[in-house]
């Protein structure tokens, strides 16, 4: 297999507390590989230093080949990488598609001259773009809003008749749907979410399982973190479990859900009653 993203070793310490311990994983393409973990394992840390929101303090993160340790947020959304966060970012005063439209600001911004040299003039060059639109600039806003829309109508009838709906208007599970969509807008090589179904009903969580369900078919390669496990039983290629910052488990579902040591991280006690066969679901 191909590995796309390739995590060596990876430590954050935070004073006295080691957040992420050592942790390595490898991700191929098109694959879902979900971390999951009690609470405070160090899921969103390990997040963190891949998406480049945190620096480590020791290890590597490769993507596609390349040593990306360190670098800044910005510089790897250019190269492919998109998460979204535990609890939900969006832009409030914009509507749901100006927000999914931010997620292509890196796609738009690579297509316009770059000029270097004089301090400022690339700014003004920028300026002037937007200002004048002539008509290449038109034609890659026009694809980009047409791209914008077709990732809008993946979640139907919850964000299409709502295109116009500022953010701050909408329901919680909605704007977590933007937040997705946002991503995509990015054309993500790597997509990273981080608990996607937080805070969402039963019915929601069973439509946005569907929804990754669809980009995994799609040929998406994901990494996600989520504390509901049936859904990611159902849709992981392959699990890691973290557990006080270090990795305890990793394995095809069916075998991690039914390993000791993860039963043992998720029920707290040391030794495993005959009836605790299983992480609960």
């Not at 191909?2 to 992420?20: H, M, N, S």
């Not at 050592?22 to 230093?49: C, D, H, M, R, Y």
């Not at 690339?122 to 300026?127: K, Q, S, T, V, Y």
């Amino acid at each position: 297999m191909r590995w796309l993203l390739e995590v060596e070793g990876l430590t954050r310490r935070f004073g006295g507390l080691t957040a992420v311990d050592g942790v390595s994983l490898k991700l191929g393409q098109g694959e879902l590989l979900s971390v999951i973990g009690p609470n405070g394992a160090g899921k969103t840390t390990l997040f963190n230093l891949v998406t480049g929101l945190d620096t480590p303090d020791e290890g590597r993160v490769r993507f596609e080949g390349e040593d990306i340790t360190g670098l800044p947020a910005q510089e790897l959304a250019v190269r492919g990488l998109a998460r979204t966060f535990q609890h939900g970012r969006v832009f409030a005063n914009l509507t749901v598609l100006d927000n999914v439209l931010v997620g292509a600001h890196t796609r738009l911004q690579a297509a316009r001259p770059r000029l270097g040299g004089v301090p400022g003039l690339g700014a003004l060059a920028e300026l002037a773009l937007a200002l004048v639109q002539p008509p290449r600039v038109q034609r890659e806003e026009r694809r980009l809003r047409e791209e914008a829309l077709e990732i809008i109508a993946l979640f139907g009838t919850r964000l299409a008749p709502r295109i116009a709906h500022p953010a701050y208007s909408l329901s919680y599970a909605n704007r977590r749907r933007v937040e997705i969509a946002r991503a995509l807008a990015l054309k993500p090589r790597l997509l990273l979410l981080d608990e996607p179904t937080a805070g969402m009903n039963e019915s929601e969580t069973a439509e946005m399982l569907e929804i990754i369900r669809e980009l995994k078919r799609r040929g998406h390669t994901i990494l996600l973190i989520e504390h509901k496990l049936d859904l990611v039983m159902q849709l992981s290629d392959r699990v890691i479990v973290l557990d006080d910052g270090r990795k305890i488990a990793e394995g095809l579902p069916e075998a991690v859900r039914h390993d000791p040591a993860v039963i043992e991280a998720y029920l707290g006690h040391r030794h495993v009653g005959e009836q605790a066969t299983a992480v609960p679901a």
